[in-house]
């Protein structure tokens, strides 16, 4: 004898099976981003890779310069600190010739963290001169990062050209609110 509950299951199942190719579709859907995206990533070095990093939060497709703002800096942010966590672990198991290296970067992703969260705190207080700055200075402790490992290889090169990325795209949000 079959039961409602054992009927129920069997057509949730059955449906999700139908269901599931149109998920796949949309997965594989290319972006189609907002005027506002376009015009912020035409001005980056790489418009694919702003383009991604936007919409890999869903605000981005219905944000104003305001959210937009938040998106960018939020990763920004998001990034600089996952990397200094990084850069903690590391140092735990650190050779003598990586400990001085990425004690220079534990310093400058402490600058990174700082001044992103400036930035948001500014964002906050509708405080948008100082914006650009700090994402420039944000980024150039990542070059400086990069720059400790020159003549060997970097953990964290990888990390350093991301937050470099996502500085540059905060750095063009940042021009949508000021005027020249």
Same mark, same amino acid.
């Given at each position: ?9 069997? $057509?949730?199942?059955?449906?999700s ?10 997965? %594989?859907? %290319?972006?189609?981003? @907002? ?15 702003? !383009? ?10 219905e944000? +104003?310069?305001? !959210?937009?703002?938040?998106v960018?800096f ?6 600089? %600190?996952?990397?200094? =966590?990084?850069?903690?672990?590391? $140092?735990?198991?650190?050779?003598? @010739? ?7 970067? =534990?310093r400058?992703?402490?600058k990174?963290?700082?001044?992103? $969260? &400036?930035?948001?705190?500014?964002? =906050?207080? &509708? ?15 990542? =070059? +400086?990062? &990069? ?24 750095? !063009? ?7 020249f």
């Amino acid at each position: 004898m079959v039961t409602y509950p054992c009927l129920c299951l069997s $057509l949730l199942f059955a449906i999700s099976i139908f269901i599931q190719p149109s998920y796949a579709a949309a997965a %594989t859907t %290319t972006i189609q981003p @907002s005027n506002l995206v376009k015009k912020v990533c035409s001005q980056t070095s790489n418009y694919d890779f702003c !383009v991604e990093t936007l919409y890999a939060d869903p605000r981005t497709p219905e944000a +104003d310069r305001y !959210v937009l703002a938040y998106v960018i800096f939020g990763s920004a942010y998001q990034s600089a %600190t996952t990397t200094h =966590d990084q850069i903690t672990s590391l $140092l735990k198991n650190a050779t003598a @010739s990586q400990r001085p290296r990425l004690k220079r970067c =534990d310093r400058d992703y402490t600058k990174a963290v700082s001044k992103l $969260l &400036e930035a948001h705190d500014d964002l =906050d207080s &509708e405080t948008f001169e100082s914006l650009a700055k700090l994402s420039r200075i944000a980024s150039s402790a990542a =070059d +400086d990062c &990069e720059t400790s490992f020159k003549g060997t290889r970097s953990p964290l090169t990888t990390n350093n050209k991301g937050l470099k990325g996502l500085c540059e795209i905060c750095v !063009v949000v940042s021009k949508l609110f000021v005027m020249f």
